[in-house]
């Protein structure tokens, strides 16, 4: 069985920990207490640091539904997909 996954690289205009104070001050709200747990909470879904402010996001089919959440509730800088 084949799988697709799409890789983005995002970069945000904060910092990630800036991100996860302001996003997510009150876990017992959200659930999470980070950007990495709300990421990984979606099926299939992965998101690793890989610098103060950049990430790598993969996902089988959920990446419409992460980047529309990011697009409205962060500032991306600078997306580039990964083939």
Known sequence: METNYNTL???FRETIQE?????FDTPQECGVSTLK?????YESTRFTQIGENRAV???EYNMPYVMEWLEQNTTIVKQQQEE
């Open 9 to 11: 690289i995002i970069t």
């Open 19 to 23: 991100l996860n104070h302001l996003l």
């Open 37 to 41: 747990e709300w990421i990984d909470c």
């Open 57 to 59: 996001i993969t996902s």
